[in-house]
């Protein structure tokens, strides 16, 4: 498995806004944050970019799957979902735990980012623990970023 000799057991970090396992993938994730965020595409674009300066030509995006769904982006073992979340709106938050949780029948690691510009992240933590306590191989990133229209 890739960064096999360097992963940690480390559960949570504040410090980095991740919930879940971490490893130097999903650091390299956490510590990015995008700059003007209107639509989650901006986000994803601006993530991809940014891994694929640390992790040349190994980053994909829109990676079509053998199940014909799609995830945002990909490397070796990794997925990455991206969503931007205007406002705490359950069926698209049930949609994108299940998406994540779909993608480990494909990945070993899936990184579920979520991007907010909501006063309060309390919820979205919330929504994230519990991922992790279902899933152990999603890990969950919830980041504040500024939206322009906001």
């Known amino acids: 498995m890739f960064f096999e000799a360097i992963r940690s057991k480390v559960l949570v970090s504040a410090k980095h806004n991740v919930i879940g396992y ?3 993938f999903i650091l390299d994730t956490a510590i990015f944050t995008p700059a003007h965020v209107v639509l989650e595409e901006d986000a994803e674009l601006q993530l991809f970019a940014y891994l694929n300066s640390l992790y040349p030509g190994l980053v994909v995006r829109q990676k079509i799957l ?7 982006l ?3 073992d990794y997925g990455v979902e991206v969503k ?3 406002r ?3 069926p698209e938050l049930d949609r994108a735990v299940g998406q994540a949780i779909g993608y480990t029948r494909f990945f070993d690691r899936v990184i579920l980012v979520l991007y907010h510009d909501l006063a309060s992240d309390r919820r979205l933590r919330e929504l994230a623990e519990s991922v992790v306590s279902r899933e152990p191989r999603v ?6 970023v500024y939206n322009p229209r906001a």
Request: hydrophobic letters at 40%; zero cysteines; aromatic letters at 4%.
């Open 74 to 76: 990909a490397m070796k």
């Open 88 to 90: 705490l709106n359950k």
């Open 139 to 144: 890990s969950v990133i919830v980041k504040k």
């Open 22 to 24: 971490i490893d130097e």
């Open 66 to 72: 053998p199940d014909g769904s799609r995830i945002d």
């Open 84 to 86: 931007f979340v205007k």
